[in-house]
C-alpha cells in the first residue's frame, strides 16, 4: 500500500527501470501510473543527458520531470522543455580540471574548496587521503 504522505517518486533507469536490454521491466509502467493515481509525482533521475534517455521511458505518460545529467538538468516531460540547467560550458570544465590539477600537483588539498568555495568545507581527509 501508497503512503499519501509520499509526493514524488525519484526512479533511477539502469537497473531499476529499465532492464539490461534498455526496456522497462515488466510492471514497471503500472506500477507508476499507480503511484501517479494517488497524486505521487514520478521523477526519472539519471547521468545520462536528456537525449539519452530511451524513448520508452521518455514516452510514459506518468512522468512529470525528467532529472538528467547528474542532476545538473530538470526536462518537464510534457513540454520537453527544462526547467532548470546547471552545466558548464566545455571552457569553464577545462579550466576547472586544469586548475584541479595544477593544486592538486603543488601539494595543496585544498583543491576543492579553491575551485568551489560555495561547497560545505569538511576535513581535507576525506577529500584527499594523502592529508592527514
Known amino acids: 500500500m501508497i503512503n499519501k504522505e509520499i509526493e514524488l517518486i525519484g526512479v533511477d533507469l539502469d ?3 529499465l ?10 509502467e503500472e506500477t507508476l501510473k499507480r503511484a501517479k493515481d494517488k497524486g505521487i509525482h514520478i521523477v526519472p533521475i539519471t ?4 537525449q539519452g534517455v530511451p524513448e520508452c521511458v521518455k514516452a510514459l505518460e506518468s512522468v512529470d520531470y525528467f532529472i538528467c545529467s547528474n542532476g545538473a538538468c530538470i526536462i518537464d516531460a510534457k513540454t520537453k522543455e527544462g526547467v532548470y540547467n546547471f552545466s558548464m560550458s566545455n571552457e569553464k570544465s577545462r579550466e576547472a580540471v586544469l ?4 593544486l ?3 601539494g595543496n588539498p585544498r583543491f576543492l574548496y579553491r575551485l568551489f568555495p560555495r561547497l560545505a568545507y569538511r576535513r581535507i581527509s576525506s577529500f584527499n587521503p594523502r592529508c592527514n
Do not use: I, S
Open 15 to 17: 537497473g531499476t527501470l
Open 19 to 28: 532492464t539490461d536490454e534498455k526496456t522497462l521491466c515488466p510492471g514497471a
Open 47 to 50: 547521468g545520462r543527458p536528456f
Open 99 to 102: 586548475r584541479r590539477r595544477m
Open 104 to 106: 592538486y600537483r603543488a
